[in-house]
């Protein structure tokens, strides 16, 4: 079964720091999305990485995946408070008869303090 | 606006009660998923369909029945509500099982 870990599950930073947030998956996969939940509210896409070295930019945010070493990040650049919310990333496997399947990371709750 | 939608967006309701959710996309997609987040907000796929017909069944008790009537509708039945059903359900769709999903507003589900 495809394991996916986040970490830090919790980050409090500073606003104007940088930070990354790591997402480690088991299983082959080169599809790892990236969405960003606020309190009380639905899941926004934030990146789509469907390969091996892509990397996404907006905005403050920037997102990679290094399909070999199984590991996606989510930088955060010089934090403002508008970024506190949680980030989840999400990956399907190659292969399998559940290669339709999105598993979820535990999110990581980002919180930016002035 | 093109959207995913759920309807109620809040249902507070007794054990053992039968209750629904709906949910409608207007983004021509083929393929629509319900997903439960628990209190923990870790959040697990339940069901997926694609143009009406069951792809994703998980591990879930029966007393779940999904029901597609058209490829933009996906609705969620519960039968017997317990205490464990209390949660937040997402639907969700995209153009298909490769593509980003885009998820619904939500429905908070209590259970007293």
């Known amino acids: 079964e495809l394991k996916v870990e986040q970490n830090p599950l919790f980050l409090s930073m500073q606003e104007g720091k940088n930070y990354t947030i790591y997402c480690n998956y088991s299983t082959t996969s080169d599809r790892l999305y990236w969405y960003r939940q606020d309190p009380g509210k639905s899941l926004e896409s934030l990146f789509v990485?469907?390969?091996?070295?892509a990397v996404k930019q907006e905005g403050r945010l920037m997102a990679s995946l290094d399909t070999k070493a199984r590991l996606s990040t989510l930088h955060i650049t010089a934090a403002v408070h508008d970024l506190s919310a949680t980030y989840f990333c999400a990956v399907a496997p190659n292969s399998g008869g559940s290669n339709y399947k999105l598993t979820f990371g535990k999110g990581t709750l980002l919180t930016v303090n002035p | 606006d093109t959207a995913v939608s759920q309807t109620p967006k809040y249902l507070v309701t007794q054990m053992g009660n039968d209750k629904s959710i709906k949910c409608e996309q207007n983004l021509g997609h083929d393929t629509m998923y319900w997903y439960k987040q628990d209190s923990k907000k870790f959040l697990k796929i339940m069901f997926s369909?694609?143009?009406?017909?069951?792809?994703i069944n998980e591990t879930v008790p029966n007393r779940f029945s999904p029901k597609s009537p058209d490829k933009a509708h996906l609705n969620l039945h519960i039968n017997s509500l317990e205490l464990g059903d209390s949660a937040v359900y997402f639907c969700?769709?995209?153009?298909?099982?490769?593509?980003?999903?885009?998820f619904g507003p939500g429905t908070r589900l209590t259970v007293l």
């Open positions: 969700a769709s995209s153009v298909d099982h490769y593509n980003e999903q885009f």
């Open positions: 990485l469907l390969s091996n070295g």
């Open positions: 369909y694609n143009n009406k017909e069951l792809i």
